[in-house]
């Protein structure tokens, strides 16, 4: 019998890379990608000639196709449905003061946690939509209508004929109630100034449309959401990314309102909630401390694995680029304990400690706000592929932890979505597709107490 093949997209910052699926058992049978143009502000059309690219001669064969994309970025578009003006992404900081405004004028953190998931930072579209409003009210009064970075590919992928979003992706805009599961286009309104058109709202395995090529399109979703179902995240999981950033999710029963403003309160795309904390340092730790130490990746990790655990005494605060898990914008890395004594083994193994015990403050902050003990650990990303982070994990964070193996999960998340959307069940297909290696080690509390006393210690300085 032949097989039926689907087309998983990730839209990501860098790049857009897509996959060829077998419909019934996950395998990848194929897989392209293109790259994007670097920068915060860029030309929706860039994004679909690197569609284009990444799928051609893919999409032909594929049954159903669902793109993912890269969270909270503003297409703002005009009556036409031209871009008022380059795209603005979720790294974009201009509207951090636009975020500080929206939170005063809902009612403070708290209250904007309690009305949609999340406190504003400049990451989130409605913080843009205000920015726009203030910096360019010529493009702002032009605007007519406001998609995300996936919701402008999936319409421009289904001939432009209706705009449609996921509950997932919509969480991550600022104008969402994620616990009534609705938009809220009053706040989108009062952000930019006028009334503006939103997308319809899909519900995750819902056909929204089909390709010149016949293939039907699912909702997609955001980036985080798709890496959520690719990995097949369940209750007591708790998936650690170690990337450019550090990034803890989990999938609960019931939505967050976190008012410290540590965990975002996201919908999952498979009808879940999917609250996210991140960090802002994540494997730069690693580099950086291998560059001191003066060894490249292989030996820092070698070396970082010759040490006792603990490392003499030695901690490691890994805020180089300030931080938001605690959130203290403003603070530097410090390095306590070195003696006449401490070795180089034990100044790579600190490193590694402090990065792991940071991740770990993300993940206490979920269970915090979820009331959910984190039972098995997931550990992806670039910073996962060095042993001694797998193997020191399991002693910071108490538990299991599974390394899945290398994939493109948000991609397979969404091409998990399309078979989804095609089968038309009431559950998304089940893929053997996450095998994993599990790293397991009697705790060591006391590394993560020695970390959590130096960081309290240090509050209030820059």
Same mark, same amino acid.
């Given at each position: 019998m032949k097989p039926t093949y689907v087309l998983g997209i990730d839209s990501s910052t860098q790049s857009c890379k897509a996959l060829l699926v077998d419909a019934q058992s996950g395998e990848v049978v194929a897989e392209q990608r293109s790259s994007h143009l670097p920068g915060t502000q860029i030309d929706p059309q860039h994004w679909i000639t690197a569609l284009e690219s990444a799928t051609a001669g893919l999409l032909e064969q594929a049954s159903a196709v669902s793109i993912a994309g890269q969270q909270h970025g503003m297409v703002a578009l005009d009556e036409h449905g031209q871009p008022v003006r380059e795209a603005m992404l979720w790294n974009d900081t201009s509207?951090?003061?636009?975020?500080?405004?929206?939170?005063?004028?809902?009612g403070g953190a708290q209250a904007c946690a309690e009305k949609i998931g999340s406190v504003p930072v400049a990451s989130l579209t409605v913080t843009k939509l205000r920015w726009l409003r203030d910096h360019e009210p010529e493009n702002a009064s032009r605007t007519t209508q406001v998609l995300l970075p996936h919701d402008y590919l999936t319409w421009h992928l289904g001939g432009r004929k209706e705009a449609v979003t996921d509950h997932g992706d919509a969480s991550g805009t600022g104008y969402?109630?994620?616990?009534?599961?609705?938009?809220?286009?009053?706040?989108?309104?009062?952000?930019?100034?006028?009334?503006?058109?939103?997308p319809r709202l899909a519900q995750a395995?819902?056909?929204?449309?089909?390709?010149?090529?016949? =293939?039907?399109?699912?909702?997609?979703?955001?980036?985080?959401?798709a890496a959520a179902l690719g990995l097949d995240l369940q209750p007591g999981d708790v998936c650690i990314s170690i990337g450019t950033s550090g990034v803890a999710s989990a999938v609960v029963e019931d939505s967050v309102h976190d008012g410290s403003g540590m965990v975002t309160g996201f919908v999952a795309a498979?009808?879940?909630?999917?609250?996210?904390?991140?960090?802002?340092?994540?494997?730069?730790?690693?580099?950086?401390?291998?560059?001191?130490?003066?060894?490249?990746?292989?030996?820092?990790?070698?070396?970082?694995?010759?040490?006792e655990p603990g490392s003499g005494g030695v901690v490691l605060l890994p805020y180089l680029g300030?931080?938001?898990?605690?959130?203290?914008?403003e603070a530097t890395g410090l390095l306590?304990?070195?003696?006449?004594?401490?070795?180089?083994?034990?100044?790579?193994r600190a490193y590694v400690e402090g990065l792991l015990c940071s991740m770990k403050d993300a993940v206490a902050a979920l269970e915090a706000s979820t009331k959910v003990a984190t039972k098995r650990i997931l550990?992806?990303?670039?910073? &996962?592929? &060095?042993? =001694?982070?797998?193997?020191? =994990?399991?002693?910071?964070?108490?538990? &299991?932890?599974?390394?899945?193996?290398?994939?493109?999960?948000?991609?397979l998340g969404a091409a998990r979505q399309a078979a989804w959307a095609l089968g038309?069940?009431?559950?998304?297909?089940?893929?053997?597709?996450?095998?994993?290696?599990?790293?397991? =080690?009697r705790p060591r509390p006391e590394i993560y107490a020695g970390y959590a006393k130096l960081r309290d210690a240090t509050e209030g300085w820059n």
């Open positions: 509207s951090a003061q636009q975020a500080r405004d929206l939170t005063e004028e809902l969402y109630d994620p616990a009534a599961r609705r938009f809220l286009p009053d706040l989108a309104a009062a952000a930019l100034g006028h009334s503006v058109a939103l395995n819902e056909q929204v449309g089909r390709t010149s090529t016949g =293939a039907v399109i699912g909702a997609g979703t955001g980036d985080n959401m498979n009808g879940k909630f999917l609250p996210l904390a991140c960090t802002l340092n994540g494997a730069p730790v690693l580099d950086f401390g291998a560059r001191m130490l003066g060894v490249g990746k292989q030996e820092f990790s070698d070396l970082a694995l010759a040490a300030g931080e938001r898990t605690p959130n203290r914008p306590q304990g070195l003696r006449g004594t401490t070795t180089r083994e034990q100044i790579a550990l992806i990303g670039g910073g &996962a592929q &060095a042993e =001694a982070v797998r193997v020191i =994990a399991p002693q910071i964070f108490g538990v &299991a932890v599974d390394v899945p193996r290398t994939a493109e999960y948000v991609a038309g069940q009431e559950q998304p297909p089940v893929w053997d597709i996450a095998e994993s290696t599990r790293y397991q =080690a």
